[in-house]
């Protein structure tokens, strides 16, 4: 395709950093201008440390700080932050929010979306967020329509979608990756000391599962 | 954040008796709870930006956690299991309690103007 250009559309700050920011950082590096949509600024975290780093108030300031720290890592050049607020993604038109995302298709006339598998994805806004995406791709004639590449994690998704037909193996930038979820202090901190602390014999493994990111092609 | 001492946040409470404040009020479980455990009952509320008016507000309990209770004319506000507060820059006060994880498990919060 002699036009690319990669869109990827999450409603939460840290919601790139496990597993896609390892396909984001590859397509940046071969020079795919990678745009980047964040709804909301996960205003309703709950990690606020012991002792808090972070209030209810100060968690959307940190969380956007750190968002752009992480795009930084990825070289994502167009990160667009929407202002919509955490957990009521699903509560919005769903038109309103599907027609927005058909005007940055549009714009951008993206070759790949990036975003929620909707009802495989567990976080009401992750499910909302998908749909939008799927509503707006789906307005396109066929012919026009980017491939949608979906994340999914609930436990049925394996069952009911079968097994991702993408496979990234993302290990030539895992370094990069490493650096994203860490500028995700706020959100991935204790979750890395956790892991350090479970896996101190088991490093290598968890490497190999991070390296590997997957993705379930939405079929229109 | 600071833990809470009950005389500090009684004083703080008082600045805000008698006048239109905004308050800010949740509770929360996390939205991953019945994910990770499919048999819990996963709940919530929350509400931002109401308006209200209280008459006379309560931070009370031996030891933390702690409650706090806030009699509006025509009826109450309140929130339990509070361990921190904060006032902050915009002058807002800010009660939550967290869970020994450092997790926020509810808020109650109320500012002289809007919460952003
Ligand atoms: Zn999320």
């Not at chain 1, 590859?26 to 209030?55: D, H, I, Q, S, W």
């Not at chain 2, 009020?25 to 455990?37: C, D, I, K, R």
């Not at chain 2, 030891?63 to 025509?74: D, E, F, Q, T, V």
């Amino acid at each position: 395709m002699s036009h690319e250009h990669v869109l990827v559309v999450f409603p939460h700050p840290d919601d790139e950093a496990f597993g896609v920011s390892g396909t984001i950082a590859m397509n940046t590096k071969k020079g795919v201008p990678v745009t980047y949509v964040c709804l909301t600024l996960g205003e309703m975290g709950r990690n606020m440390g012991n002792p808090p780093f972070a209030t209810r108030e100060s968690l959307p300031k940190i969380r956007k700080k750190e968002l752009e720290t992480a795009a930084g890592v990825l070289n994502i050049s167009d990160l667009r932050c929407w202002g919509l607020r955490d957990k009521t993604v699903e509560f919005e038109d769903p038109k309103t929010l599907a027609a927005r995302i058909e005007n940055v298709i549009d714009e951008l006339k993206p070759s790949l979306i990036i975003t929620f598998y909707p009802g495989y994805s567990v976080h009401p806004d992750h499910e909302a967020t998908g749909a939008a995406v799927i509503r707006a791709v789906e307005q396109l004639p066929a012919d026009k329509r980017p491939a949608v590449h979906c994340v999914a994690f609930s436990n049925d998704c394996y069952e009911m979608l079968g097994e991702p037909d993408v496979i990234n193996d993302v290990s030539s930038v895992s370094d990069q990756k490493l650096e994203a979820i860490k500028a995700h202090r706020s959100q991935t901190e204790w979750i890395i000391a956790a892991m350090a602390e479970e896996n101190k014999d088991k490093v290598p493994e968890v490497l190999k599962r991070m390296n590997r990111e997957q993705f379930w092609t939405y079929k229109f | 954040m600071q833990p809470i001492t009950p005389e500090t946040v009684q004083n703080e409470i008082d600045k805000f008796l008698n006048q239109d404040v905004y308050l800010h009020l949740e509770t929360t479980n996390g939205a991953y709870a019945s994910h990770f455990n499919q048999s819990f009952f996963s709940v919530g509320a929350y509400i931002r930006n109401a308006k209200i008016n209280f008459e006379r507000g309560v931070i009370t309990g031996e030891k933390s956690p702690y409650r706090a209770g806030l009699k509006i004319n025509i009826g109450w506000v309140y929130a339990e299991g509070l361990t921190h507060w904060e006032v902050n820059e915009d002058g807002q006060l800010l009660l939550a309690g967290h869970d020994a994880e450092g997790k926020l498990a509810v808020a109650l919060q109320l500012s002289p103007h809007p919460f952003e």
